[in-house]
């Protein structure tokens, strides 16, 4: 199976910062990357597919960028709804993958 | 509106089995190949098994091979999880997704039901 490794852990930042968020696969997947946010009890929400495309409905605040074996995700100007998990997913090989997840919380 | 609603969740003894539904509406159901990913407490998401639009091909993680069954009913707009020998490491919250579309977006899981909990314990 393809590992992926995010990080950090966990980010803590201001409203209004720029952060920066890094998913790194363990072998080449192309550009068949997501990037998903969660909120306590709710479920996970795609905001990025295909490495760098914006999910319709999602901030444009949130920018992805990457291909083959490194990717990140960056949110511009941090708003206090974008504190969350995000979790990155690979779906260019079955079985499907997530990341870990990096904890973005409030400084 | 795309609505998914998980149910079957519970408490259940090691070694034990449970039936897991995921009722659908506001989309073709049978145009859309449908998921199961699980999540346990504090951890990232993990995909659990895929079924295709038609039924015919089904994908199982190697973790629950064997004992979880996968199954829809395109004319109920419903798809299940059979899940036998269960064990501690099957806790966690169980969601229903949608794939985002077909081909290469199989494996890209959009929108997700709100969830069920599967406890395994004595």
């Known amino acids: 199976d393809i590992q992926l490794t995010q990080s950090p852990s966990t980010l803590s930042a201001s409203v209004g910062d720029s952060v920066t968020l890094t998913c790194r696969a363990s072998?080449?997947?192309?550009?068949?990357l997501a990037w998903y946010q969660q909120k306590p009890g709710k479920p996970p929400k795609v905001v990025i597919y295909?490495?760098?495309n914006l999910e319709s409905g999602a901030p444009s605040t949130f920018s992805g960028s990457g291909s083959g074996t490194d990717f990140t995700l960056t949110i511009s100007s941090l708003q206090p709804d974008d504190f969350a998990n995000y979790f990155c997913?690979?779906?260019?090989?079955?079985?499907?993958?997530f990341g870990q997840g990096t904890k973005v919380e409030m400084k | 509106e795309v609505q998914l609603v998980e149910s079957g969740g519970g408490l259940v003894k090691p070694g034990g089995s449970l039936t897991l539904s995921c009722e659908t509406s506001?989309?073709?159901?049978?145009?859309?190949?449908m998921n199961w990913v699980r999540q346990a407490p504090g951890k990232g998401p993990e995909w659990v098994a895929s079924?295709?639009?038609?039924?015919?091909?089904?994908y199982y993680a190697d973790a629950v091979e064997g004992r979880f069954i996968i199954a829809r009913d395109n004319g109920k707009n419903s798809l299940s999880l059979q899940m036998d020998r269960l064990g501690a490491e099957d806790t966690g919250v169980y969601y229903c997704?949608?794939?985002?579309?077909?081909?290469?977006?199989?494996?890209?899981?959009?929108?997700w039901g709100q969830g069920v909990l599967v406890s395994v314990s004595s």
């Open positions: 079924i295709t639009n038609s039924g015919r091909e089904i």
């Open positions: 997704a949608r794939s985002y579309g077909s081909g290469s977006f199989i494996g890209l899981f959009d929108p």
């Open positions: 997913q690979q779906y260019q090989t079955y079985s499907w993958t």
């Open positions: 072998q080449s997947i192309g550009r068949r």
């Open positions: 295909e490495a760098s």
């Open positions: 506001g989309f073709m159901f049978s145009a859309y190949s």
